[in-house]
């Protein structure tokens, strides 16, 4: 499969603990996004990489919230002291830069619970 | 900054006849890109359609098309010839020129299509 994988595709966790997602975006991509989308509402930006560095952080990311790509590979989503506001599902998807087509490409998300 | 709504939370039609998705949007940008985008449930969201803003040709892509109208900041889908697979959200997003940096999506809150047999 050559699409975006995100692991796991869903999390339990209690409120208080620390959360890490990963998200393996397709591999000739260089560019990854990081996505919020809580019930009812669509997906909302969180950040952004081009290759390895983070180029853009949406003021919806706390600090409780980081995000790296260390290798301009695959990427992880660390949320510390897990909080019921965040129970969403966190989408992932790639895309590769100066393709004119602009084509974003979607994981199918990790859905966090958080109680 | 931009937003983008959608008015219609759920909308159902029968197989086989056509049905609009509604959407419209708010900028001061004078290029940028729209799509459609559909999620079936529990899978992930895919790209139907896409349309930049300096062509005024109005997109198609087999069974789907939009009506984009740009002085009234309007960017509709119409599914024609409806199938039982077309049940998904459809979220409307727009982005900036990506000339300009960042290729983040803006989405509107979606609408819930159901297809009916």
């Known amino acids: 499969d050559t699409g975006v994988s995100q692991d796991p595709r869903h999390k339990i966790t209690k409120r208080g603990q620390n959360v890490t997602f990963r998200c393996d975006p397709i591999s000739e991509h260089n560019r990854l996004y990081w996505y919020r989308q809580t019930l009812g509402q669509g997906p909302e930006f969180l950040t952004y990489?081009?290759?390895?560095?983070?180029?853009?952080k949406s003021r919806l990311l706390s600090d409780r919230f980081s995000a790296e790509r260390p290798k301009g590979s695959f990427s992880t989503l660390e949320i510390q002291r897990t909080e019921q506001g965040d129970s969403a599902m966190y989408l992932c998807a790639s895309s590769r830069y100066s393709d004119p087509k602009t084509e974003a490409f979607f994981g199918q998300g990790t859905r966090l619970t958080v109680v | 900054a931009q937003t983008v709504t959608q008015s219609q939370p759920e909308m159902s039609v029968q197989e086989a006849e056509t049905v609009t998705l509604s959407c419209t949007y708010d900028t001061s940008e004078s290029n940028y890109y729209l799509f459609w985008y559909k999620q079936p449930p529990s899978r992930q969201m895919i790209l139907v359609i896409r349309?930049?803003?300096?062509?005024?040709q109005n997109a198609t892509e087999n069974r789907f098309s939009v009506n984009f109208q740009k002085a009234a900041k309007s960017f509709s889908l119409k599914i024609s010839d409806s199938q039982l697979g077309d049940t998904a959200m459809y979220f409307c997003?727009?982005?900036?020129?990506?000339?300009?940096?960042?290729?983040?999506?803006?989405f509107g809150k979606g609408t819930k299509l159901t297809v009916n047999p």
């Open positions: 349309q930049e803003a300096y062509k005024q």
């Open positions: 990489f081009q290759n390895e560095a983070q180029l853009e």
């Open positions: 997003a727009f982005m900036t020129d990506p000339q300009g940096g960042s290729e983040k999506l803006v």
